[in-house]
């Protein structure tokens, strides 16, 4: 994994579309460029399968967007939402039977650091609420208590969107939707202060109405569960499809969201403070 990966020999680089070439000479790899730079590079993802509005997109752009290094990172998802953009991003990706996506990225993390012992290999499984938090809560816990030098991002849509609308256990208790006609009848799960309990030294929840907390948040994550131990952030990413308001308004869903049950919170550990603070040089800046 490096950025020889998509650099093209030189007599096929001709024949290679316009955009791919951009990505090779304009794209992330092996630069120090993050969520503050949009704009000035070429992403790794760009356009996209989902709905219009949708907050999951805009999760995984942000996200891809805040790694450290995308040219040694390899990301692993579950059916869902979510894995119809990461299937055709420029970076690493590896899709799991549904919910064993932190067990499979333990066993590639673990394949990795044997492999490359000298380099720093970021092992980042993003997916949905569906697979981290219902159908592979007991692989995303026990990949904490192992303690797996992994970073999880959950991308909750607090609902099984491209299923039709059923509940899921984030989604918000009352909730009524296409499957749950009656509302949901119990609260959200609350997988964040679960991270902190099962030995995650860093958590964040954050929305995708705040980019630069978001791309704070991965940069943190990513880089504390290199040498500290498993890390977990939980983004906000509402769904316009099925929760019935208009594309239009995602981000204002988003903000509202993030003045109410998705308030932005971090917990870590003395030892990642102490990390955070001598990579950041000081703990007392953080973005809006
Ligand atoms: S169903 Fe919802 S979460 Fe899924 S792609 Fe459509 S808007 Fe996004």
């Not at 942000?62 to 953009?85: H, K, N, Q, W």
């Not at 039977?97 to 990795?112: C, H, T």
Request: aromatic share 6%.
């Amino acid at each position: 994994m490096s950025k020889k990966i998509i650099t093209p020999v030189a007599s096929l680089a001709h024949i290679l579309p316009e955009d791919y070439r951009a990505l090779v000479e304009k794209g992330p790899h092996g630069k120090s460029v993050g969520i503050k730079d949009l704009g000035s590079f070429k992403e790794i993802t760009e356009e996209h399968p989902h709905c219009a509005g949708c907050g999951v997109s805009l999760g995984v752009r942000l996200a891809l967007a805040a790694l450290p290094a995308p040219e040694d990172t390899l990301v692993v998802g579950t059916p869902g939402c979510s894995f119809f953009a990461l299937s055709q991003t420029a970076v690493n990706y590896s899709n799991t039977a549904f919910g064993n996506q932190n067990s499979v990225a333990s066993g590639l993390k673990r394949m990795l650091s044997i492999r490359y012992p000298d380099k720093d290999k970021d092992v980042v499984v993003m997916a949905g609420d569906g697979g981290i938090a219902d159908i592979g809560l007991d692989m995303t816990l026990h990949s904490w208590f192992r303690g797996e030098k992994i970073s999880t991002i959950m991308l909750d849509n607090e609902v099984y969107g491209n299923t039709g609308g059923q509940e899921s256990g984030m989604s918000p208790e009352g909730q009524v939707l296409h499957m749950a006609p009656k509302g949901k009848n119990f609260k959200k799960i609350p997988v964040f202060e679960m991270a902190r309990t099962a030995g995650c030294v860093y958590g964040a929840k954050v929305t995708i109405a705040s980019p630069k907390r978001l791309g704070m948040a991965v940069n943190r994550a990513i880089l504390l569960a290199r040498e500290l131990g498993p890390t977990y952030v939980q983004i906000y990413t509402p769904c316009p499809t099925n929760m019935k308001f208009s594309p239009a308004d995602t981000l204002r869903i988003a903000k509202e969201a993030g003045k109410a049950h998705y308030a932005f919170e971090e917990f870590m550990t003395e030892e990642a403070a102490l990390r955070i603070a001598a990579m950041e040089g000081g703990l007392e800046k953080e973005p809006e």
